[in-house]
């Protein structure tokens, strides 16, 4: 099953409102035009010409990789969020423990923020 069907699945199930299956279409039409961007790039990052040239690609790559599995999740959790007693694949806010996390990331912000590298 390629990383977006699971969404697809998610949006026939039902339950889904018309934007909610534009978002998702979107975001996984957006998702398979990239997969061949992802295999380019882990082409060359296996047999680019030199190390020096592979080096940088294989920083971009894992980025470009994380990205694609973000992009997934949040697919999945529009797609399969809209249904009765489905555990939504990202966990909402809201389920505990979010005053904390807003706090801690302010000042983890403000904190990278004074980073001036």
Do not use: C
């Not at 978002?23 to 020096?52: C, M, N, T, W």
């Not at 894992?62 to 009765?84: M, S």
């Amino acid at each position: 099953m390629g990383r977006f069907e699971s969404s697809i699945e998610g949006l026939r199930a039902g339950g889904a409102s018309a934007g909610e299956q534009e978002l998702v279409e979107l975001i996984a039409r957006h998702g398979r035009q990239e997969g061949a961007l992802l295999e380019r790039y882990e082409r060359f990052a296996k047999d680019g010409p030199s190390p020096a040239a592979r080096y940088p690609v294989n920083f971009i790559l894992a980025d470009e990789q994380r990205h694609h599995q973000v992009l997934a999740e949040i697919a999945d959790a529009i797609a399969w969020g809209t249904l009765n007693n489905v555990t939504p694949p990202v966990p909402r806010l809201g389920e505990g423990g979010d005053g904390a996390f807003v706090e801690e990331t302010k000042k983890l912000l403000q904190a990278e923020r004074r980073d001036p590298i």
